[in-house]
């Protein structure tokens, strides 16, 4: 990974694409293992991590691990799944964050050097595009490992560096024997 040790790096999470990522690999992240390992590389502004979660179930699998995320140190960012029924009488559901991300990361580019985007999504090649005529260095963590890849080429190609998370995986993975000794779930 290219990181220097002065410089100001902030990372932007999108969680729902990152648990994708992980998935695919078959491994369970460790956000405390990911948060130290970019503590390590430079002067780790503010990490963000961004999820939808619907507000009807009474029991949301997600809400543990945003709950530990806001208490360690993460900016948590939430917004309510929206749900429909389509044309069909299929019920669907969606909650992007993309455009919650983009504006987080422009307002803090003028904070950091450096940005990590925790994202596959094309979505985010304007954002790359701008950040880097701001001068900001960006950073694309996704995989390519993967049958189809999780990270578009266009993306891949624009970040000054892409860091596939089959590499980051045996830092950032989380250990079954401790989620077994502490009782925990499965959470990404």
């Not at 029924?85 to 950091?112: C, F, P, S, W, Y």
């Not at 925790?118 to 701001?134: I, N, P, T, Y």
Request: contains cysteine.
């Amino acid at each position: 990974m290219l990181f220097y040790p002065n410089e100001r790096i902030a990372l932007f999470v999108d969680g729902a694409n990152l648990y994708g990522v992980v998935k695919a690999l078959g491994f369970d992240m460790d956000y405390k293992k990911l948060f130290a390992l970019f503590a390590q590389k430079g002067i780790l502004v503010r990490a963000h991590y961004y999820t939808a979660i619907s507000d009807d179930a009474e029991f949301v699998p997600l809400r543990p691990l945003v709950d530990w995320l806001a208490f360690n140190g993460w900016a948590v960012v939430t917004k309510s799944l929206k749900e429909w029924t389509d044309a069909q009488g299929h019920r669907r559901v969606k909650g992007n964050m993309v455009a919650d991300l983009i504006v987080d990361a422009m307002e803090m580019a003028a904070h950091v050097d450096h940005i990590v985007i925790f994202s596959g999504d094309g979505d985010f090649c304007r954002l790359v595009e701008a950040l880097q005529r701001m001068g900001k260095r960006v950073s694309v963590i996704s995989t390519i490992q993967t049958k189809p890849p999780q990270c578009g080429d266009e993306l891949r190609k624009l970040a000054d560096n892409f860091i596939d998370m089959a590499e980051l995986a045996s830092f950032v993975k989380r250990d079954a024997v401790q989620r077994v000794a502490t009782g925990e779930q499965s959470a990404s």
